[in-house]
């Protein structure tokens, strides 16, 4: 099946999740600088990730329009490159594919990256008000434990072909089969994936602990149990998104299909955690106007 790059639904995705979060951080920062009058590091790291979110989905992009002006999503001729892998380098048919390649090893370090800073960010958030020990330890324990395995998952993304001082030695490992075997592969994809969705429920659940015993106006819990509603799609997010891991750990035939599919996912995944987190500090802003329009 030809499938082009300019008509793939994860086009119009990457930008519309851009703008969205731009928006949100944008608003952030303000609020932050101009109702409540102090910038925190949960601020900055939010930044932060923002620009790793921005790079993550500029290899996406370049990713696929790599694969799409060859020969759209086409099936790779896997067994082909490896008959011919020992020859040198140069020598390898298919240079749009493994130029993909090198793009998605810096596309998945980036998702990575992303996805740990977002975690930090989080968590420094939710340090502001929590005031409860054992709501603050869960925070704590889960994202450091999160954050500890992400980097450790950051090295092995790096580093599953063992050391290479070139990046063409790199490609040649993962077209000969060289890397990590499968089973590593997928332990360690699962297992990051599967934290990454507990980290997720639980910031996305422990809020509810907090509305219960809180003495907000009623409008004000159902605002913010409406935003919990939509920081609960990039949960679901995290859960559909594994399904999808098993595919990308072989290099099959249509093997660019399912990078797509998991690439849609993980756009989904991280830039509804930054929006709705970044929405989240908007009550100052929301309190500002509400009380210039009684004005």
Request: with cysteine.
């Amino acid at each position: 099946q030809d499938t082009s790059f300019a008509g793939h639904p994860f086009v119009p995705l990457t930008i519309l999740f851009l703008v969205l979060t731009y928006i949100s951080v944008a608003l952030r920062l303000w609020t932050r600088k101009s109702f409540v009058r102090i910038t925190g590091w949960d601020d900055i790291t939010m930044l932060v990730t923002l620009l790793t979110f921005s790079v993550f989905c500029a290899t996406l992009l370049a990713l696929f329009a790599l694969v799409g002006t060859a020969h759209g999503f086409q099936s790779v001729d896997w067994e082909r490159i490896r008959t011919l892998a020992g020859v040198s380098f140069p020598f390898i048919p298919g240079p749009t594919y493994l130029k993909s390649l090198q793009v998605m090893l810096c596309t998945e370090i980036f998702y990575i990256l992303t996805m740990i800073l977002l975690k930090i960010s989080l968590c420094l958030f939710f340090m502001r008000f929590l005031i409860t020990r054992w709501q603050r330890l869960v925070i704590l324990s889960t994202v450091i434990l999160a954050t500890l395995f992400g980097v450790a998952h950051l090295f092995f993304a790096i580093f599953q072909c063992g050391y290479f001082t070139d990046i063409d030695q790199f490609i040649v490992r993962i077209a000969t089969g060289a890397c990590a075997s499968e089973p590593i592969s997928k332990g360690m994809n699962y297992t990051y994936a599967v934290l990454t969705m507990i980290t997720d429920w639980i910031c996305g659940l422990l809020p509810i602990f907090i509305l219960k015993g809180s003495t907000m106006p009623r409008k004000t819990k159902w605002a913010v149990g409406t935003l919990l509603a939509f920081g609960s799609i990039g949960s679901i997010a995290s859960i559909v998104r594994i399904t999808h891991i098993a595919s990308i750990t072989t290099t099959t035939g249509d093997f660019f299909d399912h990078v797509a599919r998991l690439a849609i996912w993980s756009i989904i995944e991280l830039g509804m955690g930054i929006t709705v987190a970044s929405l989240a500090t908007l009550r100052p802003l929301f309190k500002g106007l509400s009380e210039k329009t009684r004005k």
